[in-house]
């Protein structure tokens, strides 16, 4: 079982990290968590979750990216998705969040929407 790996970039003023592996209960969640946290405590509050190679990601991991969203909301900055898997859509359409995030295919268009 894969755990999640998370790399980061920087695009102007927006920082990407891009995600593989899983985002599950436990480590995959807390890693996201932890790195949120971290670019906030760094004043960098325009986030941008490449999902790309996120191959799965349980509820525990959708209550995560909630919870990072309203964090980073809170100090004043967004967060947005990008390269969603056709699973991680079906399971955000499911749940209704799809309409909560901003979700891109194209990484320019994303970058330009911050």
């Known amino acids: 079982m894969a ?4 790399s980061e970039r920087q695009a102007g003023d927006v920082t990407i ?5 899983r985002i599950t209960i436990g480590e995959g969640s807390v890693a996201l968590r ?8 760094e004043g960098k509050k325009n ?8 191959s799965y990601i349980d509820s525990s991991g959708i209550g995560e990216l909630v919870s990072s969203f309203t964090t980073v909301k809170k100090e004043g900055g967004s967060l947005k998705l ?3 898997t056709q699973k991680v859509q079906d399971l955000l359409a ?3 969040l799809l ?3 901003d979700v891109y295919e194209n990484e ?3 970058l330009a929407s911050f």
């Open 82 to 84: 990008l390269n969603l």
């Open 17 to 21: 990290l891009d995600l593989t592996g």
């Open 3 to 6: 755990e999640l790996n998370i």
């Open 34 to 41: 932890t790195a949120i946290r971290r670019l906030l405590s």
């Open 47 to 54: 986030i941008l979750l490449n999902l790309g190679g996120v």
């Open 94 to 96: 499911i749940t209704k």
């Open 108 to 110: 320019d268009e994303a």
């Open 99 to 101: 309409t909560v995030f």
